[in-house]
């Protein structure tokens, strides 16, 4: 095992399960364009690395797949249920040399230490394999997303974030994988004030911050639902990528970019 981000480990540890209850699963959409890029189907393994609670997880059985779950964190891992589900890093995959068709990362992959990461995924990889990313950003473009996030960037300080696309130069560099293909979809969940408080708890640095900060930070949070009908929508933008294993991309070497 490798050493967890800090406030990853102390944070998801903490909310497991109001991160379970509060964050949303994937749209359909969204999972159907990553199943079909990745090949997935009867007869072929998925690894669903960093699977957290298994919000992806469960949702991967219906493609007929076997599927593995690799999680670090206990509390997490333990909300998944009827699939393998070892503990792992990304650093450190449980798994022999090419088990694994196709590996997913949902809502983790700007954890990953990626010097170290890449060539485990690599490794796990058969050959002609599909690396799929797949991650539900908040919509920054929404006034009530946008007055959130105000809220939220002095809590955040350094803690890794997948909007700030600092994880997709180290990928891109990489000789060990080709072109990205991606693709975007927007959908929202339905919210109460409740709701709103519980997601933004679930947050890993949230979590990890002192009571006081929390309480503080989501009484705040609630006074932004003042005068919102309930229930209201929480809007984000699914954004999906694969990428193949090295030595299995299309002709022109060139990804391309899909909107949902």
Same mark, same amino acid.
């Given at each position: ?8 480990? =102390? $944070? ?20 159907? %364009? ?19 609670? $298994? ?72 050959? $002609? ?5 797949? %991650? ?30 600092? %994880? ?37 640095? =949230? ?52 909107? $949902?």
């Amino acid at each position: 095992m490798t050493r967890i981000d800090p406030a990853a480990a =102390v $944070g998801f540890a903490r909310a497991a399960e109001v991160y379970e209850r509060a964050r949303p699963s994937y749209p359909p959409d969204a999972v159907a %364009w990553l199943a079909e890029r990745c090949r997935l189907g009867p007869g072929r393994t998925v690894v669903d690395l960093g699977a957290g609670t $298994g919000k992806l997880t469960r949702l991967l059985p219906a493609t007929g797949a076997r599927v593995i779950a690799v999680e670090p964190i206990a509390e997490m891992r333990a909300l998944i249920t009827d699939v393998e589900a070892p503990e792992g890093t990304a650093e450190a995959i449980p798994l022999p040399d090419g088990t694994a068709d196709t590996i997913v990362v949902a809502q983790a992959f700007h954890w990953f230490d990626h010097d170290r990461a890449l060539p485990e995924l690599h490794r796990v990889l058969s050959a $002609g394999g599909r690396l799929g990313l797949i %991650w539900n950003s908040r919509d920054l473009d929404d006034p009530l997303q946008g007055a959130l996030e105000e809220l939220l960037v002095p809590l955040r300080r350094r803690v890794s974030d997948q909007q700030s696309g600092a %994880w997709r130069p180290p990928l891109e560099a990489s000789p060990l994988f080709g072109a990205v293909e991606e693709a975007s979809f927007p959908f929202a969940q339905s919210f109460t004030a409740d709701d709103l408080c519980e997601r933004v708890a679930s947050t890993s640095f =949230v979590a990890a911050a002192t009571p006081h900060e929390r309480e503080e930070l989501l009484a705040r949070v609630r006074a932004l639902t003042v005068g919102l009908e309930a229930p209201f929508p929480f809007r984000y933008r699914t954004d999906v990528y694969v990428i193949p294993r090295s030595g299995d991309q299309g002709a022109d070497g060139r990804g391309t970019s899909i909107q $949902g």
